[in-house]
């Protein structure tokens, strides 16, 4: 008899006569550490085994124990070790471990545009895969040869029964990602909520929404200097749980291992030339969105609206890969949600300042931006920019009226009198301008869930406008194309009540060789026109900035 472990880490015992018995116990170097109950391991082991009582030299969560029962009532069970992370980077993790993986993703976080956020987190290897086309929507699950095609009219309740295959519940674990699943909603989702027309072309033919529940996570807690491998367990035969538990743990092992390699440098291609704004071309001429933004004012004037955000899209043949564009993307423009979503045949590249919607546990959170100045040159004249924002008629209208609509959409779904607004009209910076921020929070109605909070608060009103119904409906008749991924939201949903959420905005599309990247401005009764497209381009500048340096100085 020998002790079968799996990959170093707790494990059970086989007997040369057949006999099976679990132990969490670890085993490293021929010592076994950390048994619970050593006088029944030696009687079943019927051999001499070094034993010690010292805590192991690596520990696996959840004990093989723990692993049983919490294989018996969910369908995903996440198993981790922590390891040490002073010799890592988030972006040095994902190029070690996502290779050429088709889908992954790394999500990290720049807290009030100056501070790094606590965890970043890189998923690779789906277990599914969630696509929505219109009233079609497809799930590709990891060993299906073929994608499972279903019709849906519905494309919230399918993401929901989607996200039911992956339910777990038992864990406290000690970081906000668990077994949910990381992608994006587009902004024409919004058609599962409200009757908008839907009249325009689709010029970037990209899914309406897709969802993936990685098999492997890698999370960085940035506090504590540690980062958690996690292998996300699915259960397909709850009578064998020490299998499955013995593939996480292996799965765990192989991404240490590779993590202890060292480090591929990513080819990159010679410099081409300095890159001029001018490049990038624009879907409409600039005479034609200061042509919508007059007609925008003529429906303000007439009482359809109070306030629209309208848009203009750019595009540039883009050779590189969407992590150069992260990386630089990432030191030009830190912001509180910076991503990179990698799909088979196209990817998002992000650093958006504003979330759609975060929940946690019962507390439902929208943070609405609205109010824009560019950055100062100097300390100086960054004050009276800011000064000069805060004193603006036209900007502090505007940004309590958002406030207003998302007061209205917490408390759609938030238990009465519990929404408060917890900070009102401050400042946040960012590499090319600074916004009026302002938080509101409520507490959910135990009858709804996070499907509830996205259906009440999607698309956000900084990205839409007031009343949004017929702010939509406007923005599709002055706006060329669909808008695809801008002006949704990207982020996670787990089904623990947990889910973090961010507008889809300073972000770009690459796709078949071309980069996309699309902006807006919010236009108000007294809005002038040439002021309103300039903002269109102070807010596009940080792709612009991004691409300019992997164009020519990224190495």
């Given at each position: 008899?020998?002790?079968?472990?799996?990959?170093?880490?707790?494990?059970?015992?086989?007997?040369?006569?057949?006999?099976?018995?679990?132990?969490?116990?670890?085993?490293?170097?021929?010592v076994i550490y950390g048994v619970k109950n050593a006088n029944e391991f030696v009687s079943f082991a019927g051999g001499s085994f070094e034993l010690s009582e010292q805590e192991s030299p690596f520990l696996i969560h959840p004990s093989l124990a723990q692993f049983r029962v919490l294989a018996g009532r969910d369908k995903l069970v996440p198993v981790y070790r922590e390891i040490l992370a002073d010799l890592d980077t988030p972006v040095s993790v994902f190029l070690k471990v996502a290779g050429k993986d088709p889908y992954s993703f790394l999500l990290?976080?720049?807290?009030?545009?100056?501070?790094?956020?606590?965890?970043?987190?890189?998923?690779?290897?789906?277990?599914?895969?969630?696509?929505?086309?219109?009233?079609?929507?497809?799930?590709?699950?990891?060993?299906?040869?073929?994608?499972?095609?279903?019709?849906?009219?519905?494309?919230?309740?399918?993401?929901?029964?989607?996200?039911?295959?992956?339910?777990?519940?038992?864990?406290?674990?000690?970081?906000?990602?668990?077994?949910?699943?990381?992608?994006?909603?587009?902004?024409?989702?919004?058609?599962?909520?409200?009757?908008?027309?839907?009249?325009?072309?689709?010029?970037?033919?990209?899914?309406?929404?897709?969802?993936?529940?990685?098999?492997?996570?890698?999370?960085?807690?940035?506090?504590?200097?540690?980062?958690?491998?996690?292998?996300?367990?699915?259960?397909?035969?709850?009578?064998?749980?020490?299998?499955?538990?013995?593939?996480?743990?292996?799965?765990?092992?192989?991404?240490?291992?590779?993590?202890?390699?060292?480090?591929?440098?990513?080819?990159?291609?010679?410099?081409?030339?300095?890159?001029?704004?001018?490049?990038?071309?624009?879907?409409?001429?600039?005479?034609?969105?200061?042509?919508?933004?007059?007609?925008?004012?003529?429906?303000?004037?007439?009482?359809?609206?109070?306030?629209?955000?309208?848009?203009?899209?750019?595009?540039?043949?883009?050779?590189?890969?969407?992590?150069?564009?992260?990386?630089?993307?990432?030191?030009?423009?830190?912001?509180?949600?910076?991503?990179?979503?990698?799909?088979?045949?196209?990817?998002?590249?992000?650093?958006?300042?504003?979330?759609?919607?975060?929940?946690?546990?019962?507390?439902?959170?929208?943070?609405?931006?609205?109010?824009?100045?560019?950055?100062?040159?100097?300390?100086?004249?960054?004050?009276?920019?800011?000064?000069?924002?805060?004193?603006?008629?036209?900007?502090?209208?505007?940004?309590?009226?958002?406030?207003?609509?998302?007061?209205?959409?917490?408390?759609?779904?938030?238990?009465?009198?519990?929404?408060?607004?917890?900070?009102?009209?401050?400042?946040?910076?960012?590499?090319?301008?600074?916004?009026?921020?302002?938080?509101?929070?409520?507490?959910?109605?135990?009858?709804?869930?996070?499907?509830?909070?996205?259906?009440?608060?999607?698309?956000?009103?900084?990205?839409?406008?007031?009343?949004?119904?017929?702010?939509?409906?406007?923005?599709?008749?002055?706006?060329?194309?669909?808008?695809?991924?801008?002006?949704?939201?990207?982020?996670?949903?787990?089904?623990?009540?947990?889910?973090?959420?961010?507008?889809?905005?300073?972000?770009?599309?690459?796709?078949?060789?071309?980069?996309?990247?699309?902006?807006?401005?919010?236009?108000?009764?007294?809005?002038?026109?040439?002021?309103?497209?300039?903002?269109?381009?102070?807010?596009?500048?940080?792709?612009?900035?991004?691409?300019?340096?992997?164009?020519?100085?990224?190495?």
């Open positions: 008899m020998a002790p079968r472990c799996a990959s170093k880490g707790v494990g059970f015992l086989i007997q040369r006569e057949g006999g099976v018995k679990g132990f969490d116990f670890d085993f490293f170097r021929g990290e976080s720049v807290q009030g545009g100056e501070k790094w956020g606590r965890f970043s987190m890189i998923g690779i290897r789906p277990l599914a895969i969630f696509k929505a086309f219109g009233q079609r929507v497809e799930i590709h699950r990891q060993g299906q040869a073929s994608p499972h095609t279903i019709p849906c009219q519905d494309i919230m309740q399918a993401l929901k029964e989607f996200m039911l295959g992956f339910q777990t519940t038992g864990l406290d674990l000690p970081f906000p990602f668990q077994g949910g699943a990381v992608g994006y909603l587009g902004y024409d989702v919004v058609r599962c909520f409200e009757k908008i027309p839907d009249e325009n072309p689709d010029r970037l033919r990209l899914p309406d929404a897709l969802f993936m529940v990685p098999e492997t996570v890698v999370i960085f807690d940035n506090l504590s200097g540690k980062m958690n491998v996690v292998a996300n367990v699915l259960i397909t035969d709850p009578s064998d749980p020490e299998t499955l538990y013995q593939r996480g743990v292996e799965r765990i092992a192989a991404i240490v291992s590779t993590l202890r390699k060292p480090l591929p440098i990513p080819a990159t291609p010679p410099m081409t030339h300095a890159l001029r704004e001018e490049a990038f071309v624009s879907e409409v001429t600039r005479e034609q969105f200061e042509s919508s933004v007059a007609r925008a004012k003529e429906y303000i004037a007439a009482g359809d609206i109070m306030q629209v955000v309208l848009s203009q899209r750019l595009s540039i043949p883009y050779a590189r890969s969407p992590l150069s564009l992260y990386r630089a993307l990432r030191t030009t423009n830190p912001s509180p949600y910076l991503f990179l979503l990698q799909a088979d045949d196209f990817a998002l590249v992000g650093s958006s300042p504003e979330i759609l919607v975060r929940q946690e546990g019962d507390v439902v959170t929208v943070r609405p931006i609205a109010g824009t100045r560019p950055r100062g040159a100097t300390p100086k004249e960054d004050l009276e920019l800011e000064q000069d924002l805060l004193a603006d008629p036209k900007e502090l209208a505007e940004h309590i009226m958002l406030v207003d609509l998302g007061r209205n959409d917490v408390g759609r779904v938030a238990v009465t009198g519990s929404v408060k607004v917890t900070e009102i009209k401050v400042i946040e910076r960012y590499s090319h301008v600074m916004h009026i921020v302002s938080n509101v929070e409520g507490r959910l109605r135990p009858d709804l869930d996070s499907f509830s909070i996205i259906a009440a608060t999607f698309p956000a009103g900084t990205v839409s406008g007031a009343p949004k119904i017929r702010a939509m409906e406007i923005i599709e008749e002055l706006e060329p194309s669909r808008r695809g991924p801008y002006a949704g939201a990207v982020g996670y949903l787990t089904s623990r009540g947990f889910m973090d959420l961010a507008l889809t905005i300073r972000t770009a599309v690459i796709k078949d060789s071309t980069l996309f990247i699309q902006a807006g401005a919010g236009i108000v009764a007294d809005s002038d026109p040439a002021r309103e497209y300039e903002e269109t381009l102070n807010k596009a500048r940080a792709i612009f900035r991004a691409v300019h340096m992997v164009q020519t100085d990224l190495e």
